[in-house]
C-alpha cells in the first residue's frame, strides 16, 4: 500500500475536545459459563479514545481481537468488561432501541460491500433505506442518494442500477456512501479496502480522507497492513492476541516503532520496489522474531514471549504495563 502513502501527507491531529468515543479496559470473551471464563479473552484490556475528526487505526495479525472490537463498538458483540462511551453516554449494554436511536452517528464499512448491499435492490434503494427508517420521504431520500453518489465519484444516474453492475472499488465507493448518508459522527471501517487492489485502494482512502475532513467524522479504521493505517490514521493501536502492544502517533509507531512485535508488522510490510521489500525482509529475518504458528503461551506475562527474541522469565511472570517510550506507549518491559 506505499502507492497511496505517497499520495497524501499526513492530516494533523484535532483540536482537544471531549472524545467522540472512549473505549476504557475492553474486555469480550466468546461463549457461555465456565468455558468462556477459562478461555483467552478473544479482547484483553484494551483501552483508546477517538476524538471528533480523528482517526484512529487498529492494526494487528488475524485473530488479534480487531474485529471483535469493532463488532462490540456497534452493538454487534457482547462485551464481557470494561466500557464502551460516546459522546459521554455509556452504549457498553446499550438496548436495542438505544441502539437505533444511535443508529445514524455509529455507522460501518465492512470488507466485503454485499454485506451492506442487497444484490436484489437497485442501489439508489439501498442508500434510501437508512434514511427511510429515519422517517424521510421518498422524493428526498433519492435526492440525497444522487448527491452521496457524485460525492463519492460515481454518477447520479447510477441509482437506478444493480450493485453486480459494478466493479469491486465502486461498490465499496456505494457502501462508504451508504455509511455517511445520515450524516455519522463515527464510522468503523473493518478492513474496508482489503480486497481491493493497490491503486483501488489508494482512491478509496483517499476518498475516506476527504470526507474526514469535510464532515469532521471518526474514524476506527481496522486493518492488518500498518502500510494502509499508516496513510489514514492519525494514531495507530497495535493489537496481539486481544491486548495492546504499542499505540500512539501513527508517525512515532510506523516509523520508529519500539515493541518487537511492531518493528515485525512494518518489516513485513509489502512495498513495490523490489531493492526495499529486500531490504526489509533481510530486517524482518534479523529481528529474530519466531512464526505466528507458535504455541498459545500460558495465561499471564506477556502474550508475545514465545515468538520474541527478548523474551526472559520476567515476560512469563509479569505482563508488560504499557509505558511511555519515545513518543509510544508500548507494554514492552525493555523497550527503550
Known sequence: M????SVRPEAPLPAAAQPLLEVKDLVVRYGRGRKAAAAPAAVDGVSFSIAPGETVGLVGESGSGKSTIGKAILGLQKVSGGSITYQGKDITSAGAWQRRALGGELRAVFQDPNSSLNP?????????????LRGVNAAEARQRAEDMLERVGLPREAVDRYPSQFSGGQRQRISVARALICDPKLVVCDEAVSALDLSTQAQVLNLLADLRDERGLGYLFIAHDIAVVQFLAQRVVVLYRGQVMESGPAAAVTENPKHPFTQALVAASPVPRPAEQAARRQARESLGVRTGAAAVPEPGGCPFRLRCPFATDLCAAERPALRTVGGSDVACHYAS
Not at 442501489?123 to 434514511?131: D, H, Q, Y
Open 120 to 132: 436484489r435492490n437497485t442501489v439508489g434503494s439501498s442508500l434510501a433505506e437508512p434514511l427511510r
Open 2 to 5: 506505499s502507492t497511496a502513502t
